[in-house]
C-alpha cells in the first residue's frame, strides 16, 4: 500500500514545501537486500567498567564485516558519519556509572548517519537483588526508550538484555539490530538466555537447508514471510484456506515451495501439516510461523458469541492446537528438536483496542502461550516467540477510515507505517538456528508506537 504523504515529502517540491510549513518528513527506511552490508557507516563501540560483552560484540561484528571505530575517532569533527554506536552497560551497578552511557551517546549521536542503530546492552534487572544495582540496569530501558524518540532520519535505539550464560547466543541478536532487517522494530527491549547455536552460520542464508510452514501466506504478512524466509535459504510449505487457493499457489511458486489448501480450525490441521511436511518434504520440519489471522471488530457491548468465537478460534484455539501435534517428537513431519515457533500477535494484544476485545483477547493470549510454551520444550533446544506488529500497511489497513489510518501511521518514532517484509525480517530473525537464546519473548514490531507503549 503506499504512503502518498511519505511520497510527497520526499519528492523535491514536496520537501521543501514541508521544510517551510514545518511538517514532519519521515525519512524512508533503509531496508535490507541480499548482498547488502551490515552498516552504512563504521560502528563505534563503548562500554561501561569492564564491559564484558564487547569483545563478543567486536567478534560478530567483525565477522558481519562491520569497520569499526574508536571513540576518540568518532567524536572528531571531521569523522565520516557512524552507522552504528553500541554501548555495553551490563556491568553498570550505580547509578553513577549512567554517566558513562551519556557519555558514550553525547558524542556519536551527533554523528550518526541515516538510518543508523543505537543499541544498549544490559543485564537483566530481575537477575538483581540488590535494589541500586536493579534500579541501575532498569534506567536502560528508560534511555533506550528515550533516545529512540529523539533520534531522526530513520535511526533506532534498542536494548539487549544479555541473561546468564547469554553472551555464547549473541551474535544473532546484535546482527539483527544493528542491520536494516530491523528496520521498523525500535525502542524494544529484548532479552538472550542461554542457548547452544547451531553450527556456522551462512549470513547469507542462515535457514538453508531448513523447512517451514507459513499459516496465512497466500497474502499481506504471510505472504512476506514466505518470501523472506525462502530468501533466507529455507523450503517454504504456504497453508492458507482453499478460497484462497489461486493466490496461494501463486506465492508458493514464487518462493519454490509447496501449497498446502487448509482451513487451521478444522480439528485434523496439524496433522495435515506434518502429513505434507513427511510427503512433500521427506524430513521433519524446522520452522513453525502462526500467521494467520482475523478481526471480527465490534465493541464488546454488540459482540454475539458466535463473531467471539470464529476470531479465538482462528487467532489463538488453532495455535495451541496444531503445536500439540507438531510438537509430538514422535509423530513424522512433526518439529525437529532445535526447531521454531513464531506466532503473529499485535500491539492490541498489549494494549488492548477499542472494538477490538476479541481481538485483543485472541493476541495477548498468543503472548501467554509463548511464554509458557517455551518453558516446557527449552530442554529440545526449541524456541518459541511472538512477533507483535504495529500499524503495517496492508489490504486489512488500507480498508480503514482515512482518518484513523492517518494516526495508525505517524503516531510512532519513524513516522510511517511498516510493510509486511519488516514483520517477516523479525520474524525470519527468530527462526535462525544460531538465534538460540531468545525465547519466550514478544519482540514489537512497530516503529515504537504510542499505542501499547
Ligand atoms: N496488518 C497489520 O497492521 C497487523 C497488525 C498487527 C497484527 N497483524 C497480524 O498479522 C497477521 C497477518 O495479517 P495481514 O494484515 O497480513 O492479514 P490478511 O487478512 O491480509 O491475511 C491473513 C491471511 O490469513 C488467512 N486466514 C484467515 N483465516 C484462516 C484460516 N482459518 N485458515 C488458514 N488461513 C486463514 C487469510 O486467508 C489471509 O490470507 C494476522 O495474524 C494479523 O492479526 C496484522
Redesign the pocket.
Known amino acids: 500500500m503506499s504512503d502518498r504523504y511519505l511520497d510527497l515529502v520526499g519528492s523535491g517540491l514536496g520537501r521543501t514545501l514541508a521544510a517551510r510549513l514545518g511538517l514532519p518528513r519521515p525519512t524512508p527506511l533503509r531496508r535490507y537486500a541480499l548482498g547488502q552490508p551490515v552498516l552504512e557507516g563504521p560502528a563505534v563501540l563503548a562500554g561501561v567498567g569492564a564491559a564484558p560483552l564487547l569483545t563478543r560484540v567486536r567478534d560478530a561484528l567483525e565477522h558481519a564485516g562491520v569497520q569499526i571505530q574508536d571513540t576518540a575517532a568518532a567524536s572528531d569533527e571531521g569523522a565520516a558519519r557512524l552507522g552504528a554506536v553500541v554501548v555495553d552497560a551490563s556491568a553498570a551497578r550505580t547509578v553513577g556509572d549512567l554517566e558513562a552511557v551519556r557519555a558514550a551517546l553525547v558524542p556519536t549521536l551527533k554523528r550518526l548517519g541515516s538510518c543508523a542503530r543505537v543499541l544498549l546492552l544490559g543485564t537483566p534487572p530481575a537477575q538483581l537483588t540488590a535494589p541500586a544495582e536493579a534500579a541501575t540496569q532498569h534506567a536502560l530501558e528508560g534511555i533506550v526508550r528515550s533516545v529512540a524518540k529523539e533520534l531522526r532520519e530513520g535511526a533506532t535505539a534498542n536494548l539487549l538484555l544479555v541473561a546468564e550464560g547469554g553472551e555464547t547466543a549473541l551474535a544473532a541478536p546484535v546482527r539483527f539490530f544493528l542491520s536494516a532487517r530491523s528496520a521498523y522494530v525500535d525502542g524494544q527491549v529484548l532479552q538472550v538466555g542461554p542457548g547452544a547455536p547451531q553450527g556456522a552460520v551462512d549470513l547469507d542464508h542462515p535457514l538453508a537447508g531448513k523447512v517451514a510452514v507459513v499459516?496465512?501466506a497466500?497474502?499481506?504478512?504471510?505472504a512476506a514471510i514466505a518470501e523472506v524466509l525462502a530468501r533466507d535459504g529455507a523450503t517454504v510449505l504456504c497453508?492458507?484456506?482453499p478460497a484462497?487457493g489461486d493466490s496461494l499457489a501463486a506465492v508458493a511458486n514464487r518462493v519454490g515451495g509447496t501449497a498446502l489448501q487448509?482451513?487451521?480450525?478444522t480439528p485434523d490441521a496439524g496433522e495435515r501439516i506434518a502429513a505434507h511436511v513427511a510427503q512433500r518434504h521427506g524430513q521433519r520440519l524446522d520452522v513453525i510461523v502462526h500467521?494467520?489471522?482475523?478481526?471480527r471488530d465490534k465493541l464488546l457491548v454488540n459482540t454475539d458469541a458466535d463473531r467471539w468465537a470464529s476470531v479465538l478460534a482462528?487467532?489463538l484455539e488453532?495455535q495451541l492446537r496444531i503445536n500439540d501435534v507438531l510438537l509430538d517428537a514422535t509423530r513424522e513431519g512433526a518439529l525437529a528438536d532445535g526447531g521454531r515457533v513464531i506466532s503473529?500477535s499485535?500491539?492490541s494484544g498489549i494494549a488492548g483496542n477499542r472494538g477490538q476485545a476479541s481481538y485483543a483477547a485472541s493476541k495477548a493470549g498468543v503472548i501467554g502461550l509463548v511464554q509458557a510454551l517455551s518453558a516446557q520444550v527449552a530442554g529440545r533446544g526449541i524456541t518459541v516467540n511472538a512477533v507483535a506488529?504495529?500499524?503495517?500497511e496492508?489490504?486489512?489497513?488500507a480498508r480503514m477510515p482515512l482518518g484513523t489510518r492517518e494516526v495508525g501511521r505517524r503516531i510512532n518514532s519513524l513516522g510511517q507505517g511498516g510493510s509486511?517484509v519488516d514483520v517477516a525480517e523479525a520474524i525470519a530473525f527468530l527462526a535462525q538456528p544460531d538465534n538460540a537464546g531468545v525465547t519466550g519473548q514478544v519482540l514489537r514490531v512497530c516503529g515504537q508506537s504510542m499505542i501499547g507503549a
Open positions: 499459516t496465512g497466500a497474502r499481506g504478512i504471510g497453508a492458507d484456506v484462497a487448509l482451513d487451521i480450525t500467521n494467520a489471522g482475523i478481526t482462528v487467532n488453532a503473529v499485535s500491539t506488529p504495529g500499524f503495517i496492508t489490504e486489512m489497513t509486511p
